[in-house]
């Protein structure tokens, strides 16, 4: 198999180390963004969601209308669209884009920022919720009948969409590392999002979500996020990391901002914190220096070196099985075309290597 590239695009300048600037909604720096990752070779570009922003819909449908090749990972929140509208929304966008279109399923982690949009339920909730609301979206999404529907959260009755996603099937996407969410993707995911965790841990959920997904007969693909920290020299990368990482503490302490709420329900934060408290470096190349200074809020961890050292990095990720990899930078945009100068290239051309039948 191939290694799919992801990226992740915003609305505007801003980041870790760098202050948000212009517009907050940037429809130049959102199309040359997307158009940045389309050139540097990326697969696919992830468009987040936040309680406070813009809505993402609109953001890919800006950024896809700026680009011809470049796919889209859309992510959405259950329990603020029903599943029936949400699935005529996607169907809708995937047309626009001429069949480009994912959509990352996200629960939600911290019951704080939830409430902003109204939801009061508890996580273990949000994850049942998950449940019945892909249950009715994918009904809609490809049934070519009316359909009932009586689920603990969702219940309609004659339900039918009649626009459909070009594609044959619109991939979906999910993560989260407790239990709860391993259930929901086994019924129900495609692709499997991990954040940045060492290799044992890493493996340890694979094997745990091809198990779970193996009871219902099905096979899932994995994605793994980072945030890759890349220099001509092994030393001049590292220094580059403790650079970030000094900007961003200072940042930090002077705005008061968080970098995203700290998440205290999410196992996934627990994971990246607990390898933080392990050590700053892991495995090598992994550097935990960010997600330390976030309490693991977020998809923070670093692979630090050279092209070729950040390179080899990932592919112990992709023999573990985890076939895609989103990477995104502390300096975004500039980030996003460095990667696709080396080392978006050169992993796959090491990728290739591996494997006979594409190489020839």
Request: glycine content about 12%; charged content about 30%; cysteine-free.
């Given at each position: 198999m191939s290694i799919q590239f992801l990226g992740m695009i915003g609305h505007r300048l801003a980041s870790e180390t760098i202050p948000a600037s212009g517009p907050l909604f940037n429809k130049t720096y959102i199309a040359d963004f997307a158009r940045a990752h389309e050139e540097a070779g990326f697969d696919r570009v992830l468009v987040g969601y936040w309680s406070d922003q813009p809505d993402g819909f609109l953001v890919t449908a800006h950024a896809a209308a700026s680009t011809s090749r470049l796919t889209f990972l859309l992510a959405h929140r259950p329990g603020f669209v029903s599943p029936t509208l949400a699935a005529r929304k996607l169907a809708t966008l995937d047309q626009l884009t001429d069949g480009r279109l994912a959509v990352h399923i996200i629960s939600g982690g911290n019951d704080a920022e939830?409430?902003?949009?109204?939801?009061?339920?508890?996580?273990?909730?949000?994850?049942k919720r998950t449940d019945d609301f892909l249950s009715v979206l994918k009904q809609s999404l490809t049934s070519e009948q009316p359909y009932d529907h009586q689920g603990e959260y969702y219940q309609t009755e004659q339900a039918f969409s009649a626009i459909k996603p070009l594609q044959t099937t619109l991939p979906v996407y999910f993560g989260g590392s407790s239990a709860e969410a391993i259930q929901v993707a086994a019924r129900h995911a495609d692709v499997f999002a991990l954040w940045g965790e060492p290799l044992a841990g890493a493996a340890e959920t694979v094997r745990a979500v091809r198990a779970a997904a193996a009871k219902y007969g099905r096979q899932i693909g994995f994605n793994i996020s980072f945030r890759p920290i890349v220099a001509a020299t092994e030393k001049e990368a590292w220094e580059k990391a403790e650079f970030i990482r000094e900007t961003a503490r200072k940042k930090l302490l002077e705005s008061g901002h968080d970098f995203g709420l700290?998440?205290?329900?999410?196992?996934?934060?627990?994971?990246?914190?607990?390898?933080?408290?392990?050590?700053?470096?892991?495995?090598?190349?992994?550097?935990?220096?960010?997600?330390?200074?976030?309490?693991?809020?977020?998809?923070?961890t670093s692979l630090v070196g050279t092209p070729d050292q950040v390179s080899d990095a990932l592919l112990n990720y992709y023999d573990l099985g985890i076939e895609s990899v989103l990477i995104r930078g502390f300096d975004p945009l500039n980030d996003a075309r460095e990667y696709g100068k080396a080392l978006i290239p050169l992993t796959r051309e090491k990728v290739a290597a591996r494997n006979p039948a594409r190489r020839a």
């Open positions: 939830q409430r902003r949009d109204g939801d009061f339920l508890n996580k273990t909730e949000r994850y700290l998440k205290p329900q999410s196992v996934g934060a627990q994971r990246l914190l607990a390898a933080a408290n392990e050590g700053d470096r892991l495995d090598k190349n992994l550097w935990t220096g960010i997600a330390k200074l976030v309490s693991g809020g977020y998809n923070s």
